[in-house]
Protein backbone atom coordinates (compact mmCIF):
# COMPACT_ATOMS: atom_id res chain seq x y z
CA UNK A 1 0.00 0.00 0.00
CA UNK A 2 1.48 3.07 -1.02
CA UNK A 3 2.35 5.91 1.38
CA UNK A 4 0.17 8.56 -0.53
CA UNK A 5 -3.10 6.32 0.12
CA UNK A 6 -4.67 6.53 3.81
CA UNK A 7 -6.75 4.03 5.52
CA UNK A 8 -10.44 5.19 5.85
CA UNK A 9 -11.20 6.92 9.14
CA UNK A 10 -13.50 4.31 10.69
CA UNK A 11 -11.39 1.60 9.87
CA UNK A 12 -8.67 2.87 11.37
CA UNK A 13 -10.52 3.89 14.15
CA UNK A 14 -11.69 0.13 14.99
CA UNK A 15 -8.38 -1.27 14.00
CA UNK A 16 -6.48 1.20 16.68
CA UNK A 17 -9.30 -0.37 19.17
CA UNK A 18 -8.65 -3.32 18.31
CA UNK A 19 -5.06 -3.43 18.11
CA UNK A 20 -3.88 -1.15 20.62
CA UNK A 21 -0.31 -0.69 20.72
CA UNK A 22 -0.04 -2.77 17.82
CA UNK A 23 -1.60 -0.37 15.46
CA UNK A 24 1.56 1.18 14.36
CA UNK A 25 3.25 -1.87 13.61
CA UNK A 26 -0.03 -3.07 11.42
CA UNK A 27 -0.07 -0.24 9.46
CA UNK A 28 3.70 -0.17 8.89
CA UNK A 29 3.30 -3.68 7.27
CA UNK A 30 0.26 -2.78 5.24
CA UNK A 31 3.19 -0.07 3.87
CA UNK A 32 5.57 -3.03 2.72
CA UNK A 33 5.27 -5.43 0.07
CA UNK A 34 2.74 -8.30 0.08
CA UNK A 35 4.86 -11.37 0.72
CA UNK A 36 5.12 -13.55 -2.34
CA UNK A 37 3.80 -17.78 -1.65
CA UNK A 38 3.15 -20.60 -3.60
CA UNK A 39 1.63 -24.11 -2.57
CA UNK A 40 3.38 -26.90 -4.47
CA UNK A 41 1.11 -29.33 -6.17
CA UNK A 42 2.05 -32.35 -4.78
CA UNK A 43 0.20 -34.88 -7.01
CA UNK A 44 2.03 -33.30 -10.10
CA UNK A 45 5.63 -32.07 -8.25
CA UNK A 46 8.17 -33.47 -5.73
CA UNK A 47 9.81 -30.31 -4.43
CA UNK A 48 13.42 -31.74 -3.89
CA UNK A 49 13.14 -32.30 -7.56
CA UNK A 50 11.11 -29.39 -8.72
CA UNK A 51 12.47 -26.39 -6.67
CA UNK A 52 15.57 -24.90 -8.71
CA UNK A 53 16.70 -23.58 -5.46
CA UNK A 54 15.91 -23.94 -1.72
CA UNK A 55 12.91 -21.83 -0.74
CA UNK A 56 11.92 -19.91 2.63
CA UNK A 57 9.13 -22.31 3.69
CA UNK A 58 5.46 -21.62 4.94
CA UNK A 59 5.62 -22.68 8.64
CA UNK A 60 1.79 -23.89 8.40
CA UNK A 61 2.00 -25.72 5.47
CA UNK A 62 3.80 -28.76 3.83
CA UNK A 63 4.03 -27.61 0.40
CA UNK A 64 3.61 -23.59 1.18
CA UNK A 65 6.90 -21.75 0.07
CA UNK A 66 7.43 -17.52 0.24
CA UNK A 67 9.16 -16.66 -3.33
CA UNK A 68 11.92 -13.83 -2.83
CA UNK A 69 10.54 -11.69 -5.65
CA UNK A 70 7.06 -12.27 -7.74
CA UNK A 71 7.82 -13.49 -11.16
CA UNK A 72 5.49 -13.15 -14.15
CA UNK A 73 3.84 -16.32 -13.25
CA UNK A 74 2.79 -16.57 -16.79
CA UNK A 75 5.56 -16.73 -18.70
CA UNK A 76 6.12 -20.09 -16.11
CA UNK A 77 4.93 -23.05 -18.40
CA UNK A 78 4.93 -25.45 -15.00
CA UNK A 79 2.51 -22.79 -13.81
CA UNK A 80 -0.24 -23.44 -16.82
CA UNK A 81 0.16 -27.49 -15.97
CA UNK A 82 -0.76 -26.85 -12.10
CA UNK A 83 2.47 -27.80 -10.58
CA UNK A 84 2.06 -24.86 -7.92
CA UNK A 85 -1.20 -22.31 -7.05
CA UNK A 86 -0.67 -18.67 -6.48
CA UNK A 87 -1.85 -18.82 -2.62
CA UNK A 88 -1.42 -15.72 -0.13
CA UNK A 89 -0.11 -17.56 2.57
CA UNK A 90 -2.30 -16.85 5.71
CA UNK A 91 -5.01 -18.84 4.14
CA UNK A 92 -2.93 -22.11 4.04
CA UNK A 93 -3.31 -22.32 7.41
CA UNK A 94 -6.65 -23.78 6.92
CA UNK A 95 -4.22 -27.28 5.81
CA UNK A 96 -3.46 -27.70 9.97
CA UNK A 97 -6.57 -26.85 11.14
CA UNK A 98 -8.11 -29.65 9.02
CA UNK A 99 -5.46 -32.14 9.82
CA UNK A 100 -6.03 -31.44 13.44
CA UNK A 101 -9.65 -31.41 13.65
CA UNK A 102 -10.24 -34.17 10.81
CA UNK A 103 -7.88 -36.65 10.99
CA UNK A 104 -9.53 -39.09 9.41
CA UNK A 105 -7.61 -42.15 6.64
CA UNK A 106 -11.66 -42.53 5.56
CA UNK A 107 -12.50 -40.96 2.59
CA UNK A 108 -14.90 -37.96 3.14
CA UNK A 109 -17.51 -35.84 1.42
CA UNK A 110 -16.29 -32.07 1.50
CA UNK A 111 -18.18 -28.97 -0.01
CA UNK A 112 -16.20 -25.82 -0.83
CA UNK A 113 -18.98 -23.48 -0.59
CA UNK A 114 -17.79 -19.89 -2.08
CA UNK A 115 -14.60 -21.27 -4.24
CA UNK A 116 -14.18 -19.42 -7.11
CA UNK A 117 -11.00 -18.84 -7.70
CA UNK A 118 -10.37 -21.76 -6.18
CA UNK A 119 -7.34 -21.67 -3.75
CA UNK A 120 -8.82 -22.75 -1.10
CA UNK A 121 -10.79 -25.92 -3.22
CA UNK A 122 -6.81 -27.24 -4.23
CA UNK A 123 -5.97 -26.71 -0.96
CA UNK A 124 -8.24 -28.93 0.08
CA UNK A 125 -8.09 -31.54 -3.00
CA UNK A 126 -4.84 -31.97 -1.85
CA UNK A 127 -5.36 -32.58 1.54
CA UNK A 128 -8.12 -34.85 1.71
CA UNK A 129 -7.66 -38.60 2.02
CA UNK A 130 -8.00 -40.91 -0.66
CA UNK A 131 -11.27 -42.01 -1.73
CA UNK A 132 -12.67 -38.38 -0.94
CA UNK A 133 -15.23 -36.51 -3.09
CA UNK A 134 -14.87 -32.39 -3.10
CA UNK A 135 -17.64 -30.32 -4.55
CA UNK A 136 -16.49 -26.69 -5.43
CA UNK A 137 -19.00 -24.24 -5.61
CA UNK A 138 -19.24 -21.07 -6.68
CA UNK A 139 -22.74 -19.00 -6.79
CA UNK A 140 -21.29 -15.76 -9.79
CA UNK A 141 -21.64 -17.81 -13.22
CA UNK A 142 -19.22 -15.13 -14.73
CA UNK A 143 -16.66 -16.77 -11.77
CA UNK A 144 -17.12 -20.26 -12.45
CA UNK A 145 -14.80 -20.77 -15.30
CA UNK A 146 -11.83 -19.60 -13.65
CA UNK A 147 -12.32 -22.16 -10.81
CA UNK A 148 -13.53 -25.09 -13.27
CA UNK A 149 -9.75 -24.22 -15.24
CA UNK A 150 -8.07 -23.90 -11.74
CA UNK A 151 -9.12 -27.31 -10.59
CA UNK A 152 -8.93 -28.84 -13.61
CA UNK A 153 -5.10 -28.01 -13.87
CA UNK A 154 -4.94 -29.54 -10.67
CA UNK A 155 -5.52 -32.11 -11.78
CA UNK A 156 -7.78 -33.93 -9.05
CA UNK A 157 -10.26 -36.46 -10.75
CA UNK A 158 -12.13 -36.22 -7.82
CA UNK A 159 -12.95 -32.84 -7.56
CA UNK A 160 -16.52 -31.32 -9.36
CA UNK A 161 -17.37 -28.30 -10.14
CA UNK A 162 -20.92 -26.27 -9.53
CA UNK A 163 -22.94 -23.34 -9.22
CA UNK A 164 -25.75 -22.37 -7.01
CA UNK A 165 -26.84 -20.51 -4.69
CA UNK A 166 -26.23 -21.33 -1.19
CA UNK A 167 -29.48 -22.17 -0.40
CA UNK A 168 -29.87 -24.65 -3.35
CA UNK A 169 -27.88 -27.61 -1.29
CA UNK A 170 -31.09 -28.30 0.64
CA UNK A 171 -31.63 -31.59 -1.08
CA UNK A 172 -28.31 -32.70 0.48
CA UNK A 173 -28.75 -31.61 3.85
CA UNK A 174 -26.24 -33.37 6.44
CA UNK A 175 -24.24 -35.27 3.26
CA UNK A 176 -21.02 -33.01 4.01
CA UNK A 177 -18.23 -34.66 6.31
CA UNK A 178 -16.42 -30.93 5.82
CA UNK A 179 -18.41 -27.36 4.74
CA UNK A 180 -16.19 -24.61 3.90
CA UNK A 181 -17.68 -20.95 3.55
CA UNK A 182 -14.88 -19.02 2.80
CA UNK A 183 -16.97 -15.66 2.99
CA UNK A 184 -17.55 -12.96 0.14
CA UNK A 185 -16.23 -10.32 2.67
CA UNK A 186 -14.96 -6.52 3.04
CA UNK A 187 -11.43 -7.76 2.23
CA UNK A 188 -9.78 -5.48 4.81
CA UNK A 189 -6.78 -8.00 4.83
CA UNK A 190 -6.63 -7.64 1.06
CA UNK A 191 -5.59 -3.64 1.49
CA UNK A 192 -1.93 -4.20 1.31
CA UNK A 193 -2.53 -6.75 -2.28
CA UNK A 194 -4.95 -4.39 -3.68
CA UNK A 195 -5.23 -0.83 -2.62
CA UNK A 196 -8.62 -1.07 -4.77
CA UNK A 197 -10.31 -2.83 -1.97
CA UNK A 198 -9.74 0.35 0.40
CA UNK A 199 -11.59 2.46 -2.00
CA UNK A 200 -14.55 0.22 -2.02
CA UNK A 201 -14.61 0.33 1.60
CA UNK A 202 -17.48 1.34 4.03
CA UNK A 203 -19.23 0.98 7.17
CA UNK A 204 -22.31 0.12 5.14
CA UNK A 205 -20.48 -2.30 2.84
CA UNK A 206 -19.47 -4.41 6.18
CA UNK A 207 -22.68 -4.72 7.49
CA UNK A 208 -24.25 -5.90 4.07
CA UNK A 209 -21.39 -8.72 3.86
CA UNK A 210 -21.81 -9.73 7.73
CA UNK A 211 -25.44 -10.39 6.71
CA UNK A 212 -24.92 -11.95 3.40
CA UNK A 213 -22.42 -14.26 5.56
CA UNK A 214 -25.30 -14.90 8.01
CA UNK A 215 -27.38 -15.75 4.76
CA UNK A 216 -24.67 -18.10 3.58
CA UNK A 217 -24.00 -19.79 7.01
CA UNK A 218 -27.40 -20.64 8.25
CA UNK A 219 -27.61 -22.67 4.66
CA UNK A 220 -24.46 -23.79 5.16
CA UNK A 221 -24.53 -25.66 8.46
CA UNK A 222 -27.72 -27.94 7.23
CA UNK A 223 -25.21 -29.62 4.89
CA UNK A 224 -22.76 -30.37 7.65
CA UNK A 225 -23.42 -34.36 8.71
CA UNK A 226 -22.84 -35.02 12.62
CA UNK A 227 -19.90 -35.13 13.56
CA UNK A 228 -18.59 -33.23 11.07
CA UNK A 229 -17.18 -29.78 10.52
CA UNK A 230 -18.08 -26.12 9.55
CA UNK A 231 -15.06 -23.81 8.61
CA UNK A 232 -16.15 -20.23 8.27
CA UNK A 233 -13.51 -17.98 7.21
CA UNK A 234 -12.39 -14.32 5.73
CA UNK A 235 -10.17 -12.23 4.91
CA UNK A 236 -11.20 -9.18 7.09
CA UNK A 237 -10.52 -8.06 10.70
CA UNK A 238 -13.98 -6.34 11.76
CA UNK A 239 -16.06 -8.46 14.29
CA UNK A 240 -19.10 -7.91 12.96
CA UNK A 241 -18.10 -10.51 10.08
CA UNK A 242 -15.52 -12.36 11.97
CA UNK A 243 -16.10 -13.17 16.12
CA UNK A 244 -19.79 -12.11 15.78
CA UNK A 245 -20.74 -14.32 13.36
CA UNK A 246 -18.86 -16.79 15.14
CA UNK A 247 -20.93 -16.17 17.95
CA UNK A 248 -24.10 -16.84 16.38
CA UNK A 249 -23.29 -19.94 14.92
CA UNK A 250 -22.66 -21.33 18.07
CA UNK A 251 -25.34 -19.73 19.89
CA UNK A 252 -28.00 -20.13 17.79
CA UNK A 253 -27.65 -23.10 15.26
CA UNK A 254 -25.84 -25.41 17.78
CA UNK A 255 -22.72 -26.02 16.84
CA UNK A 256 -19.60 -26.67 18.66
CA UNK A 257 -17.09 -24.03 18.43
CA UNK A 258 -13.04 -26.03 17.96
CA UNK A 259 -10.28 -24.86 19.33
CA UNK A 260 -7.01 -25.05 16.77
CA UNK A 261 -3.72 -25.71 18.77
CA UNK A 262 -1.46 -23.06 17.31
CA UNK A 263 1.88 -22.45 18.96
CA UNK A 264 2.55 -18.94 19.39
CA UNK A 265 5.69 -18.67 17.53
CA UNK A 266 3.77 -19.04 14.00
CA UNK A 267 1.87 -15.32 15.01
CA UNK A 268 -1.87 -16.38 14.49
CA UNK A 269 -4.07 -14.62 17.11
CA UNK A 270 -6.62 -15.79 19.14
CA UNK A 271 -10.12 -14.15 19.21
CA UNK A 272 -13.26 -15.63 21.13
CA UNK A 273 -14.20 -17.90 18.73
CA UNK A 274 -11.81 -17.96 16.10
CA UNK A 275 -8.25 -16.83 14.73
CA UNK A 276 -7.02 -14.16 13.07
CA UNK A 277 -4.07 -13.20 11.04
CA UNK A 278 -2.30 -9.70 10.78
CA UNK A 279 0.15 -8.99 8.41
CA UNK A 280 2.71 -7.33 11.20
CA UNK A 281 2.19 -10.83 12.95
CA UNK A 282 3.60 -13.34 10.48
CA UNK A 283 4.12 -13.36 6.74
CA UNK A 284 0.80 -13.51 4.66
CA UNK A 285 -2.56 -11.16 4.29
CA UNK A 286 -5.24 -10.26 7.12
CA UNK A 287 -7.38 -13.99 7.70
CA UNK A 288 -10.26 -14.84 9.86
CA UNK A 289 -10.97 -18.33 10.32
CA UNK A 290 -13.30 -20.25 13.09
CA UNK A 291 -14.12 -23.95 13.28
CA UNK A 292 -17.37 -25.70 14.68
CA UNK A 293 -18.49 -29.40 14.94
CA UNK A 294 -21.91 -30.63 14.48
CA UNK A 295 -22.38 -32.22 16.95
CA UNK A 296 -26.11 -33.60 16.55
CA UNK A 297 -27.78 -32.77 13.11
CA UNK A 298 -29.68 -35.04 11.05
CA UNK A 299 -27.55 -37.54 8.70
CA UNK A 300 -28.11 -37.31 5.23
CA UNK A 301 -30.89 -39.90 3.58
CA UNK A 302 -31.20 -40.58 0.18
CA UNK A 303 -31.88 -43.43 -1.90
CA UNK A 304 -29.09 -43.96 -4.51
CA UNK A 305 -31.05 -46.77 -6.28
CA UNK A 306 -33.89 -44.49 -7.25
CA UNK A 307 -31.53 -42.45 -9.35
CA UNK A 308 -29.17 -44.69 -10.77
CA UNK A 309 -31.58 -44.77 -14.52
CA UNK A 310 -30.56 -41.20 -14.77
CA UNK A 311 -26.74 -41.85 -15.68
CA UNK A 312 -26.99 -45.39 -17.26
CA UNK A 313 -29.25 -44.26 -19.84
CA UNK A 314 -26.01 -42.22 -21.01
CA UNK A 315 -23.32 -45.00 -20.40
CA UNK A 316 -20.96 -45.71 -23.28
CA UNK A 317 -20.71 -48.91 -25.47
CA UNK A 318 -18.11 -50.88 -23.77
CA UNK A 319 -15.82 -51.09 -26.73
CA UNK A 320 -15.24 -47.30 -26.39
CA UNK A 321 -14.96 -48.02 -22.92
CA UNK A 322 -12.06 -50.65 -23.49
CA UNK A 323 -10.63 -47.77 -25.44
CA UNK A 324 -10.41 -45.22 -23.41
CA UNK A 325 -8.33 -47.56 -20.83
CA UNK A 326 -5.51 -46.74 -22.88
CA UNK A 327 -5.77 -43.38 -22.01
CA UNK A 328 -5.77 -43.42 -18.16
CA UNK A 329 -3.47 -44.57 -15.73
CA UNK A 330 -3.80 -48.63 -15.01
CA UNK A 331 -4.89 -48.02 -11.32
CA UNK A 332 -7.53 -45.78 -11.95
CA UNK A 333 -10.85 -46.80 -11.95
CA UNK A 334 -13.56 -44.78 -13.80
CA UNK A 335 -16.63 -44.97 -14.72
CA UNK A 336 -17.94 -43.19 -17.83
CA UNK A 337 -21.12 -41.18 -19.15
CA UNK A 338 -21.32 -39.47 -22.42
CA UNK A 339 -23.12 -36.04 -22.76
CA UNK A 340 -26.04 -35.37 -25.25
CA UNK A 341 -23.06 -34.05 -27.62
CA UNK A 342 -21.22 -37.12 -26.94
CA UNK A 343 -18.37 -35.82 -24.36
CA UNK A 344 -17.64 -38.45 -22.54
CA UNK A 345 -17.64 -37.76 -18.73
CA UNK A 346 -15.05 -39.28 -16.52
CA UNK A 347 -16.04 -40.15 -12.67
CA UNK A 348 -13.80 -42.36 -10.12
CA UNK A 349 -16.40 -45.49 -9.75
CA UNK A 350 -15.74 -45.30 -5.90
CA UNK A 351 -17.73 -41.55 -6.16
CA UNK A 352 -20.55 -43.27 -8.43
CA UNK A 353 -22.68 -43.15 -5.75
CA UNK A 354 -22.14 -39.58 -4.39
CA UNK A 355 -22.25 -37.92 -7.65
CA UNK A 356 -25.74 -39.75 -8.07
CA UNK A 357 -26.92 -38.60 -4.53
CA UNK A 358 -25.88 -35.09 -6.24
CA UNK A 359 -27.02 -35.43 -9.08
CA UNK A 360 -30.66 -36.31 -7.86
CA UNK A 361 -30.10 -33.67 -5.47
CA UNK A 362 -29.08 -30.31 -7.56
CA UNK A 363 -31.23 -29.05 -10.11
CA UNK A 364 -28.67 -29.32 -12.95
CA UNK A 365 -26.36 -31.91 -11.60
CA UNK A 366 -22.76 -30.72 -10.66
CA UNK A 367 -19.87 -30.66 -13.95
CA UNK A 368 -18.21 -33.65 -14.06
CA UNK A 369 -14.44 -33.97 -15.33
CA UNK A 370 -14.41 -34.17 -19.29
CA UNK A 371 -11.98 -37.09 -20.91
CA UNK A 372 -13.00 -36.66 -24.56
CA UNK A 373 -14.97 -37.48 -27.66
CA UNK A 374 -15.64 -39.94 -30.36
CA UNK A 375 -15.48 -38.93 -33.60
CA UNK A 376 -16.61 -42.00 -35.33
CA UNK A 377 -13.56 -44.42 -34.33
CA UNK A 378 -11.14 -41.99 -33.46
CA UNK A 379 -11.08 -40.41 -29.75
CA UNK A 380 -10.28 -36.75 -29.34
CA UNK A 381 -8.56 -36.24 -25.68
CA UNK A 382 -9.75 -33.19 -23.82
CA UNK A 383 -7.49 -30.71 -21.82
CA UNK A 384 -8.93 -31.81 -18.62
CA UNK A 385 -7.99 -35.48 -19.50
CA UNK A 386 -3.97 -33.64 -20.38
CA UNK A 387 -4.04 -31.94 -16.92
CA UNK A 388 -5.10 -35.32 -14.95
CA UNK A 389 -3.38 -37.09 -12.76
CA UNK A 390 -5.20 -40.21 -13.97
CA UNK A 391 -3.81 -39.99 -17.61
CA UNK A 392 -1.69 -43.01 -18.54
CA UNK A 393 2.09 -41.72 -18.01
CA UNK A 394 2.79 -43.49 -21.12
CA UNK A 395 1.49 -41.84 -24.02
CA UNK A 396 2.77 -40.74 -26.58
CA UNK A 397 4.37 -37.03 -25.78
CA UNK A 398 6.85 -34.20 -26.83
CA UNK A 399 9.34 -32.83 -24.34
CA UNK A 400 9.47 -28.96 -25.23
CA UNK A 401 11.97 -26.17 -23.85
CA UNK A 402 10.53 -23.10 -22.18
CA UNK A 403 10.16 -21.19 -25.46
CA UNK A 404 8.31 -23.30 -27.55
CA UNK A 405 6.20 -24.43 -24.39
CA UNK A 406 5.42 -20.82 -24.50
CA UNK A 407 4.47 -20.44 -27.98
CA UNK A 408 2.21 -24.11 -27.52
CA UNK A 409 0.21 -21.63 -24.59
CA UNK A 410 -0.15 -19.09 -26.95
CA UNK A 411 -1.22 -21.63 -29.50
CA UNK A 412 0.98 -21.20 -31.77
CA UNK A 413 2.21 -22.96 -34.70
CA UNK A 414 5.07 -25.03 -33.59
CA UNK A 415 6.89 -27.81 -35.87
CA UNK A 416 8.56 -31.00 -34.37
CA UNK A 417 10.13 -32.65 -37.27
CA UNK A 418 10.95 -35.87 -34.82
CA UNK A 419 7.63 -36.39 -32.96
CA UNK A 420 5.52 -39.63 -34.10
CA UNK A 421 2.84 -38.65 -35.90
CA UNK A 422 -1.15 -38.71 -33.97
CA UNK A 423 -1.50 -37.01 -30.26
CA UNK A 424 0.95 -36.12 -28.48
CA UNK A 425 0.83 -34.51 -25.26
CA UNK A 426 2.77 -31.00 -24.88
CA UNK A 427 5.17 -31.38 -21.99
CA UNK A 428 7.78 -28.87 -20.40
CA UNK A 429 9.64 -30.76 -17.56
CA UNK A 430 7.95 -33.89 -17.18
CA UNK A 431 4.31 -31.89 -16.69
CA UNK A 432 1.58 -31.95 -19.20
CA UNK A 433 0.42 -28.71 -20.96
CA UNK A 434 -2.52 -30.37 -23.61
CA UNK A 435 -3.01 -31.82 -26.57
CA UNK A 436 -1.24 -31.28 -30.28
CA UNK A 437 -1.85 -33.78 -33.08
CA UNK A 438 0.98 -34.15 -35.75
CA UNK A 439 -0.24 -34.80 -39.05
CA UNK A 440 3.43 -34.98 -40.39
CA UNK A 441 3.58 -31.49 -42.29
CA UNK A 442 2.15 -30.13 -39.49
CA UNK A 443 1.14 -30.12 -35.89
CA UNK A 444 -2.52 -28.86 -34.76
CA UNK A 445 -2.19 -27.20 -31.48
CA UNK A 446 -5.61 -28.43 -29.04
CA UNK A 447 -5.03 -26.04 -26.59
CA UNK A 448 -8.34 -24.62 -25.77
CA UNK A 449 -8.86 -20.80 -26.85
CA UNK A 450 -10.01 -19.75 -23.21
CA UNK A 451 -6.49 -21.23 -21.84
CA UNK A 452 -4.64 -19.18 -24.13
CA UNK A 453 -1.60 -16.78 -23.20
CA UNK A 454 -2.65 -13.38 -23.57
CA UNK A 455 0.58 -11.48 -22.95
CA UNK A 456 3.23 -11.01 -25.03
CA UNK A 457 5.73 -13.32 -24.84
CA UNK A 458 8.53 -11.84 -26.61
CA UNK A 459 10.65 -10.56 -23.87
CA UNK A 460 11.12 -14.40 -22.59
C1 LIG B 1 -13.47 -14.90 -0.62
S1 LIG B 1 -14.09 -15.36 -2.15
C2 LIG B 1 -13.66 -17.05 -2.25
C3 LIG B 1 -12.21 -17.31 -2.52
C4 LIG B 1 -11.92 -18.77 -2.74
N1 LIG B 1 -12.47 -19.60 -1.66
C5 LIG B 1 -10.46 -19.05 -2.90
O1 LIG B 1 -9.80 -19.45 -1.93
O2 LIG B 1 -9.94 -18.92 -4.03
C6 LIG B 1 -15.82 -15.47 -1.89
C7 LIG B 1 -16.60 -16.03 -3.04
O3 LIG B 1 -17.99 -16.04 -2.67
C8 LIG B 1 -18.77 -15.74 -3.81
N2 LIG B 1 -20.09 -15.21 -3.41
C9 LIG B 1 -20.59 -13.96 -3.58
N3 LIG B 1 -21.85 -13.88 -3.11
C10 LIG B 1 -22.17 -15.10 -2.63
C11 LIG B 1 -23.32 -15.64 -2.04
N4 LIG B 1 -24.41 -14.90 -1.82
N5 LIG B 1 -23.30 -16.94 -1.69
C12 LIG B 1 -22.19 -17.69 -1.89
N6 LIG B 1 -21.07 -17.22 -2.45
C13 LIG B 1 -21.05 -15.94 -2.81
C14 LIG B 1 -17.94 -14.72 -4.56
O4 LIG B 1 -18.29 -14.69 -5.91
C15 LIG B 1 -16.52 -15.23 -4.33
O5 LIG B 1 -16.10 -16.05 -5.37
Not at 149 to 178: H, M, Q
Amino acid sequence: MPQSVSLPAAFEARLKAQLGTEFTPFEEALRTPPPVSIRLNPAKVDAARYLAAPLERVPWHPAGYYLPERPVFTLDPTFHAGAYYVQEASSMILHEVLTQLMPSPYPLRILDLCAAPGGKSTLLASWMPPGSLLLANEVIRSRVNVLKDNLARWGSPDAFTCSYDPEAFSGLNGFFDVVLVDAPCSGEGLFRKDPDAIQEWSEEHVQLCAARQRRILSAAVQLVAPGGLLLYSTCTYNELENDQNAQWLAETQKLTHQEVNLPTTLGVSTRHYGYQCYPHRLRGEGFYFAAFRQARGVPFRGKAARYMDKLKSKSLHKREEAALADWLAGESDFFFVQRPDDTVLGVPRPLKEDLLFLDAALPQGVWLRELGLFKGKEFIPAQDLAMSTAIAPDLPAAELDRETALLFLKKEHIVLPEAPKGWLLARHRGLNLGWMKNLGNRVNNYLPKDWRIRMDIREV
